[in-house]
């Protein structure tokens, strides 16, 4: 698959409590990108239910949501450090034993390591606009991208997008649309409204003071 330059690595010191839970934790909590596929991912996905997050920055409403669904696997994809560090400190402090980290670039990720028709449902919360025009290209929800978000999905499987920009919501719309596999679950074939279990984002928060509108999009896979 094309690789879809969606990020950049941002250089940004590590915090000590950051830096000591990336020594101490990490063996436990993350799982080693490995090209070849990794059976140490395979168990975990198997071992329940399993949602994946795509770019959970800083990790906070990833912690809370694995949290209040013991029952449910959770995995995070994430390339900042920073945020990885802050999530392995939370993962530990809050004694979650069902979510795990894999700290490499989510195109690989899912090419690579996780299996068809394994997933529960997908996360992306607020992910990077990309508002330039000419940077555009760089948008993680594009047409090869979603057909492997499909592929990982189990039947029923879901994805679900949040963003406030309102351009790249209408975007996200029509690729999703495009899709003969997946169906809006939208009354109106557009935004759903917001879920009760997904806890407001520091994004969102952010994206609210500025008068931004929060649109939220729901796709399942027949």
């Known amino acids: 698959m094309r690789k879809i330059r969606s990020y950049v690595t941002r250089k940004k010191r590590l915090t000590n409590l950051q830096q000591r839970a990336l020594d101490q934790y990490a063996e436990h909590y993350c799982i080693p990108y490995d090209p070849s596929g990794s059976s140490e991912l395979k168990r975990f996905i198997d ?8 770019g959970f920055g800083m990790g906070e409403v990833t912690a809370q949501i694995a949290e209040s669904c013991p029952e449910n ?9 920073p945020g990885v560090g802050k999530l392995l400190h939370e993962i530990h402090t809050r004694k ?10 989510v195109t690989e990720v899912l090419y690579h390591m996780v299996e068809d028709c394994s997933l529960e449902g997908v996360h992306l919360f607020f ?5 330039k025009k000419r940077h555009h290209k760089r948008r993680l929800i594009q047409p090869r991208f979603v057909s492997e978000l499909t592929r990982v999905l189990k039947p029923g499987g879901y994805i679900y997008a949040v963003t ?3 351009d790249y919501a209408y975007q996200m719309l029509e690729v999703f649309s495009s899709s003969d596999l997946l169906g809006n679950c939208s ?13 407001v984002t520091k994004f969102e928060r952010k994206g609210t003071e500025k008068d931004h509108v929060i649109r939220e999009l729901m796709f399942r896979k027949d």
């Open 47 to 54: 071992s329940g239910p399993c949602f994946l997050e795509i």
């Open 73 to 81: 696997r959770y995995l995070g994809v994430e390339v900042y450090q």
């Open 96 to 105: 979650l034993e069902n979510l795990r980290i894999v700290s490499h670039d």
């Open 127 to 131: 992910p990077d606009p990309w508002p």
């Open 164 to 166: 406030d920009w309102e």
């Open 187 to 199: 009354s109106d074939s557009q935004f759903i409204d917001s879920v009760s279990w997904r806890p």
